[in-house]
């Protein structure tokens, strides 16, 4: 049966289909989705952002930035000069586990991830206990707890991807109309880098970390970044992670006030609110 929400959710998809690109459709569609998106993290994780902006305490970003920063904080504690126990290479571990890609754990120790997942589990345990540890969940332990390892949380590809499997999959709109929807792709991954710029996310020791949207990348592809800050050295050590990737490139879809900047590879770049103007370019927050 339809509902009147469905049917509001349906013509703002119609309007999209038909080349319109209106902000509030995307953010109703993304509310309205919510509760129907529980396997499509993507999706979910920008219905959040939009519905709770300010600090994300919980979702796909937040948990993927906050292994990114442990995996940070134990690969650089020596560089910090500062010691390293094995507790350190237990949550180093725990968090690059999740981390790394079923290719890398191939590469690095010729085993499927559920394998090295088993192996890992039972090293850390030996660990713990100061028990002997076998050489193949040796090898796990200090493949997964000793290195530094990134990934961004998700793509542009994997956003748009599911919203459309989404909205065909709830009767919002058609298969035949897939093609068509493919037009609004830029549209909808500028929207989710406007949703996500200027929000923060709650780390595992309780600090804030923000997020902000540029192009500090080889192929200056737009992209949301963690802030990762430390503190021991005198001067804060700053590491800018990508947990969001695209691949619109700045000089197409941006306005020349946000490409004057020479250096953008500064964490601070794009420090203020940034939208999406008629022409379908980010562009800065004006009155």
Same mark, same amino acid.
């Given at each position: 049966m339809t509902t009147l929400a469905d049917e509001d959710l349906r013509m703002r998809v119609r309007r999209l289909l038909q080349g319109g690109r209106r902000t509030d459709d995307l953010d109703r569609l993304y509310l309205g989705l919510r509760d129907r998106a529980r396997r499509c993290p993507a999706v979910l994780?920008?219905?959040d952002f939009i519905a709770h902006r300010d600090r !994300?305490?919980?979702?796909?970003?937040?948990? +993927?930035? !906050?292994d990114v920063f442990t995996s940070f904080d134990v690969w650089s504690l020596t560089l910090r000069r500062l010691d390293v126990g094995p507790n350190d290479f237990i949550r180093a571990a725990e968090a690059n586990l999740r981390l790394a890609s079923d290719a890398q754990i191939r590469a690095g120790l010729g085993s499927s991830r559920q394998m090295a997942a088993a192996r890992l589990k039972?090293?850390?345990?030996?660990?713990? @206990?100061?028990?002997?540890?076998?050489?193949?969940?040796?090898?796990?332990f200090s493949f997964f707890g000793n290195r530094f390892?990134?990934?961004?949380?998700?793509?542009?590809?994997?956003? *748009? !991807? @599911?919203?459309?499997?989404?909205l065909v999959q709830h009767d919002l709109m058609g298969t035949d109309d897939v093609e068509q929807f493919a037009a609004?792709?830029?549209?909808?991954?500028?929207?989710?880098?406007?949703?996500?710029?200027?929000?923060?996310?709650?780390?595992?020791?309780?600090? *804030?970390? !923000?997020?902000?949207?540029?192009?500090?990348?080889r192929d200056r592809w737009l992209? +949301?970044?963690?802030?990762?800050?430390?503190h021991e050295l005198g001067k804060p050590l700053m590491a800018p992670i990508c947990l969001f990737l695209s691949d619109l490139r700045?000089?197409?879809?941006?306005?020349?006030?946000?490409?004057?900047?020479?250096?953008?590879?500064? +964490?601070? *770049?794009?420090?203020?609110?940034?939208?999406?103007d008629s022409s379908g370019r980010l562009t800065i927050l004006s009155c």
């Open positions: 994780e920008i219905g !994300r305490e919980k979702g796909l970003i937040t948990q +993927v930035g !906050r039972r090293a850390i345990v030996k660990v713990r @206990e100061k028990k002997e540890v076998a050489e193949s969940e040796w090898a796990a390892v990134w990934r961004p949380a998700f793509s542009g590809d994997q956003l *748009h !991807r @599911e919203l459309t499997e989404l609004a792709r830029a549209f909808l991954i500028l929207h989710a880098i406007t949703a996500m710029h200027g929000s923060s996310i709650l780390l595992d020791n309780g600090s *804030h970390a !923000r997020l902000f949207a540029g192009f500090a990348n992209e +949301v970044k963690v802030d990762l800050v430390f700045a000089e197409v879809y941006c306005t020349p006030e946000l490409l004057e900047d020479p250096t953008p590879i500064l +964490v601070d *770049h794009w420090s203020t609110p940034i939208e999406i």
